[in-house]
């Protein structure tokens, strides 16, 4: 939460005064989550947000690159079409229709967004559960930055280790996809070229990442091979 303003500051899109001004709203957010007062705490983060936008003028925070929001309504149709509907084993009298954000959903759980999952992550690192988290390099909402302030101050027994060990170049058909870090069971992946929205960004890459870390492939093995890339042939 404290990271948003250092982020766009030393990537060029805000000065010093936005960023100090960012910084006093940040801090409003963090002592109302303090206070667990859970919902004024993200009405306060979604005001840092709404700062940044207006204070860059990008035409979204999911991906600071991007010269248009992202276009879903496609997906949305897609998604209700009666053959596709069926073959994700929709009910054929099932009269819900897709949406890419529920109303009801988000009323829902709008106070729990404030709330840390953090030791749910440590709790599976001591269960030596596998863990993969992954950002999009040019994410200004839960990117890098963000994530990796939070991941250092994990309570497990292999952080330290994580934190200093190599930060791998991934390549996928030869081109440099992103950057691999990782310690035992827990592996954190910087995909270069996207954003927020991975999958839209680089539907290869995040494809090939998931499918090697399911599968543990090269750097996303049991056994780190340095210099190993990806090797994957996109036959579509």
Known sequence: MVTHADNAYYIGLINERQKNELEKLQLEAVELVERKNWSEATRARNRVLDVLQNMTGLATLYDYSRKAPYEDELVAKFLNIGAVRKALGVKVDDSSVYEKCSKIVWAALYADLMKSVKHMVEK?????????????????????????AWVKSMKWEGIEEFVNGEREIWKVNGEVAGYVQKWKSFTNVVVLGGGHLLPSDQPLNSQVMIEDWVLEKGLFGSVLELNVSTNYVHDG
């Not at 559960?129 to 890098?144: A, F, T």
């Open 124 to 148: 599976l690192l001591k269960e030596e559960m596998r863990v993969l988290l992954y950002q999009g390099q040019r994410d200004l909402r839960v990117g890098v930055v963000q994530v990796e």
